[in-house]
């Protein structure tokens, strides 16, 4: 008896194929990085600018603050009424702040810089969030001090007998007042520069 033998052709899948499945899912990994970097690059390019419009608004606070002198035009043969930042502490406080913060503004930019060229590297942005973050809480303690200050200057305060000097020194108070309120501006920029980096982390 003859043995019957039965071939069943079972089609296989090609080798190219198979392997066009791989490439595929290499493709969309690449397209969300993509994705993700150019998001994180926007981020990085915005963060620049606003570290760039901060370093004018802290400049501006401390040179605001530090010419803020003013000098009466009468004055007798012992005394001459003259009013400066360096008279109070506060106020010279105020300028070393704002001049302490407009330099590591500065120093930050290339750190900014890194953020662009390299969007997805978190090393770089975690360490302009804690530095930012220690910065704005610097420049909040200058601004709200000055402010104070600034507050008893225009009113004064009747249960201390301080009486208020911005009607006799009047472009005094307003040069410390705008410099209070450009400083503000900079907390503000501050503010914004560690939402945004923090956005940027928790997207990585």
């Not at 530095?131 to 200057?153: E, P, Q, R, V």
Request: aromatic share 10%; net charge neutral; hydrophobic share 50%.
């Amino acid at each position: 008896m003859k043995n019957e033998s039965t071939v069943i052709d079972v089609p296989a899948e090609s080798s190219s194929a198979m392997k066009g499945s791989a490439p595929l899912i290499g493709v969309a990994r690449d397209h969300t990085t993509s994705d993700s970097g150019g998001y994180k690059r926007g981020l990085s390019i915005f963060d620049f600018l606003l570290r760039l419009a901060a370093i004018i608004a802290a400049s501006v606070a401390a040179g605001t603050m530090f010419t803020s002198d003013e000098t009466l035009p009468f004055f007798t043969q012992f005394l001459q009424f003259e009013a400066g930042y360096d008279d109070l502490p506060t106020f010279q406080f105020f300028v070393i702040a704002m001049s302490m913060i407009s330099g590591y503004l500065l120093l930050s930019l290339p750190f900014s810089v890194v953020t662009i060229v390299r969007p997805l590297a978190t090393s770089p942005r975690l360490l302009l969030l804690v530095l930012d973050t220690a910065a704005m809480a610097f420049n909040m303690a200058a601004a709200s001090s000055a402010a104070a200050i600034g507050y008893l200057a225009h009113n004064g305060n009747q249960n201390t007998n301080w009486l208020p000097i911005c009607q006799q020194f009047g472009d005094f108070c307003q040069k410390t007042s705008g410099a209070v309120v450009s400083s503000f501006v900079s907390v503000v920029f501050f503010i914004m520069l560690v939402v945004l980096s923090g956005v940027a982390l928790k997207r990585h």
